[in-house]
């Protein structure tokens, strides 16, 4: 009985809750390919539903041509998180600091599963990649012992270190400056992997 009126308040107080209101966002998907437009619009999906505002929050979408058309239920989440996993292609590169037009050490394709973890009061990033990626960097990182491993995102650089120990499927990416909200968004397109096509900049309207 004890169980039943827990949840019965739990369902009041959702209730109770301000949701906010419905919102659509429309997207052009810069690719004419119904199976790049459909990759694209599911890898938004994924990084969108990590971020609900509420338990009853939720989002869905629909495709016409080269067009995205979403819709959250509930309250969208914050507009600078939604601007960031849209505009963001994803794009992961790590390689030699002296080598970056040879062939990359892994790429977005590599890892299995980022999120964010603190140390010392300070967000990092800690990535796994897939085991055979693993096994690859940490034979490349014992080769490479003193070398600097530069780590990129869409061409922008997140991190450069030297390699002082060699290491593997596991390994933390420091020195970013986002707030908490954006590394938490960094780490989810990691995990969700790059867009296959770039997405221009769409409108947002209340429903």
């Known amino acids: 009985m004890l169980r039943v009126a827990s949840v019965v308040a739990l369902v009041v107080a959702l209730q109770a809750c301000s949701l906010g209101p419905d919102t659509a966002l429309t997207l052009q998907v810069q690719s004419s390919d119904p199976a790049v437009v459909a990759g694209t619009a599911r890898v938004l999906s994924a990084?969108?539903?990590?971020?609900?505002?509420s338990l009853l929050s939720s989002s869905k979408f629909a495709i016409e041509g080269s067009t995205i058309r979403f819709t959250f239920r509930n309250r969208a989440p914050e507009p600078k998180i939604v601007?960031?996993?849209?505009?963001?292609?994803g794009h992961f590169r790590a390689a030699l600091?002296?080598?970056q037009f040879g062939e990359p050490w892994f790429t977005d394709r590599d890892i299995s599963e980022a999120h964010v973890i603190y140390q010392n009061s300070m967000p990092a990033l800690a990535v796994q990649?897939?085991?055979e990626a693993g096994q690859r960097l940490a034979q490349l990182t014992t080769d490479n012992v003193g070398q600097v491993v530069r780590m990129t995102l869409d061409g922008e650089t997140l991190m450069e270190a030297q390699i002082q120990d060699p290491f593997g499927e596991r390994f933390m990416v420091q020195g970013q400056e986002h707030d908490r909200d954006l590394q938490r968004a960094l780490a989810v397109i990691l995990t969700t992997g790059a867009l296959p096509a770039?997405?221009?900049a769409g409108r947002a309207n209340e429903i």
């Open 47 to 53: 990084r969108f539903k990590e971020f609900r505002p």
């Open 83 to 89: 601007e960031y996993l849209y505009t963001t292609p």
């Open 97 to 99: 600091a002296n080598d």
């Open 129 to 131: 990649l897939t085991p």
């Open 198 to 200: 770039d997405v221009k």
